[in-house]
Structure formats: C-alpha cells, structure tokens
C-alpha cells in the first residue's frame, strides 16, 4: 500500500530574489510543483500547514548574533551577506524563515503520524550554512534545524541526515561534527565546492565516527553514489539505529546539472530514495523528511523531484 507523503511547500520562498541569471532561482519552486501538479501527484499528496520558523527556532541552530545579523543586513537592502558569498533581498529573510518553518512543519507531521514522511519544496536551501555564518546560495541550515527540532520537541536521541547534493553540506558536517547524536553522511563531487567534505572527516570528540563523507571526481554516477549509500551507509545506519532519517535532497548530482559533473539519473534517485524508505521503515516507522538543496536545471530537477516524489509515496513512475 502506497505511504502517506506530506509535501511542505510555501510559495513565499519566491520572494527570495536572487536576480537575473542566478542559478538558484525562484523559478525553481515553480519547476518542481508545476510537474508535481501536472502529473498529478499534487494531488495525492498531503498539504502541510506552512509557517515560519521563529529567532527561537531558528536559534536551535544559529547564533542569536548570526540571526540578527541576517536580520540587519537584509534590512539595510544590502544585495549579500557580510558572511560570505550569499545573494540577499529584501524578501530573503521572509523566505528563509518560511523555508525553515517548512521543514520544521514536515517534522512535526511525522511525528504526529499524520504521514508517513514528506518532501520539503523550498529554497533557499541550506546545507552551506553554520552556526554563524550564511554560506554558498544558503541563509538557514534547514535540515539540521529540523534535526534539532526533532530533538528538542519529539526527544528523537537519533537522527541520521544524508547527503546526496552535488556540493558537500559543509555547514551541516560543521553544526553536528562534535555531536554523537547526529549521523552525518554525504556523498559529493570532489574537489568542488566548498573543498570541504574529506573522507578522513570523521568527526571529533563525542561525534567521532559520526560523520562519513565519500566524495567522488566528476564524471562519478550510479556505480559510485548508490554503492555508497549501500554499501556504507545502509551498514552504518544499522548501528546508529536513527529514530528520524532526513534527506538532503541535492537534485543538481543529476546529470547535465549546470552546477555539477555527476551522472545520475531519475532511475538512480528513485533506488536511493526507495533506499532511504526502507531504512526508515526499518528503523523509526518510517519516519523520513527530505528537504530540497541544489538542482539548477530546471527540467532536469522537475523531473527528478517527481521522480523522488513518487519513491517516497511507494509509487510508480507515470513518465518514463
């Protein structure tokens, strides 16, 4: 019997205007849910309530300084962050918080066992972000947010996130690396950016062992990515035993991404999702929130959105 799929989609992430020929645009959210809606997925699909995350949230994660930082300088109409190389707007504060309040919405809808699991539509994303400092195309760290959250409302002791974006989720790794109640796991084009994302990054102190990196060269696709996740991950997972799994969903590993050189097809997300699915099951009732990072071609993410979409609902592909 197909799951129960949550989709956490708020259309106020558009107004995080990033500009002419930016890659990550707010076409993208319209790509992902014009296919959802076409195919008729949308449908089935379970709307979740949006909001937007509060200072509270938000600090369960960054430092009350990097929050109003954000704050201020959105509010001062600069178009970047002074912490890095983020394109900023006046809408982008908005938008971050309602991309966070999303994934913190997908959270709770697992808990309460009103679905099964969800896929968070939203940008920006936010694997680039630390605690203190806004990084890459991100503002708010997302999933580690919604790990945290889990943590602090649900008591989950346990949660694993994955990783499968092109780019390496250098600010998640950073936020859990001394964390043992957090298991780190990514998959990435190496050297790319951010150069970050080592194999020997393991983890520190209490995390030690908790964060499992495989970076691959470009040119890297199914033999390399789904081995990974199967060969190392799945092994992993049945030893840290997560009571929540979450998913980077990074769609620019796909092939002909403008931002990547990984090969992977609709096919090959479908198997790591069902992949991803089936350790959930195992583990924690099947509770899994997938929150969508990268993926700039706009075909190529719409249909692999899709594609992911059906895998977590137990569905078959309508459009080969």
């Known amino acids: 019997m197909p799951y129960q799929t949550g989709l956490a989609a708020e259309a106020r992430v ?13 076409a993208r959210f ?41 704050e201020r300088e959105v509010a001062a109409g600069r178009t970047e962050l002074s912490t890095g190389d983020t394109t ?31 896929f968070c539509v939203i940008r920006p994303p936010g694997h680039h972000a630390s605690a203190a400092r806004g990084m890459g195309f991100c503002l708010f760290n997302n999933i580690a947010l919604a790990a945290r959250y889990a943590q602090r409302r649900y008591g989950a002791e346990r949660v694993l996130i994955a990783d499968w974006d092109v780019h390496h989720g250098n600010g998640t790794q950073d936020i859990f690396y001394e964390d043992g109640s957090v298991f780190f796991f990514s998959t990435h084009q190496s050297p790319w950016y951010p150069g970050t994302g080592d194999a020997g990054e393991t983890g520190l102190g209490a995390g ?7 970076p691959f060269p470009a040119g890297a696709g199914r033999r390399e990515i789904v081995g990974a996740f ?27 991404d403008p931002l990547g050189h990984f090969l992977l097809t609709d096919d090959d997300f479908r198997d790591l999702t069902e992949m991803m699915s089936d350790m959930a099951a195992k583990h924690c009732g099947n509770r899994l929130v997938s929150v969508l990072e990268g993926g700039y071609n706009l075909q190529g993410l719409a249909s692999a959105a899709e594609t992911h979409a059906r895998a977590l609902g137990g ?6």
């Open 230 to 256: 199967r060969d190392q991950l799945i092994p992993a997972t049945n030893e840290f035993h997560p009571d929540l799994v979450l998913l980077s969903a990074g769609f620019d590993s796909r092939v002909a």
């Open 88 to 118: 900023i707007c006046a809408g982008s504060l908005e938008a971050a918080r309602a991309a966070a309040g999303c994934a913190l919405s997908a959270v709770d809808a697992v808990f309460s066992g009103r679905v099964n699991n969800a």
């Open 30 to 70: 319209d790509a992902v849910m014009n296919r959802l809606d076409a195919t008729g997925l949308l449908h089935d699909l379970v709307k979740l309530s949006a909001r937007s995350a509060t200072n509270d949230e938000l600090a369960l994660v960054h430092t009350p300084q990097y929050i109003e930082l954000v």
């Open 208 to 214: 030690a062992g908790k964060t499992m990196n495989c």
């Open 315 to 320: 569905t078959k592909q309508k459009f080969e």
């Open 14 to 26: 558009k107004r995080h205007d990033t500009g002419h020929g930016h890659p990550e645009q707010a």
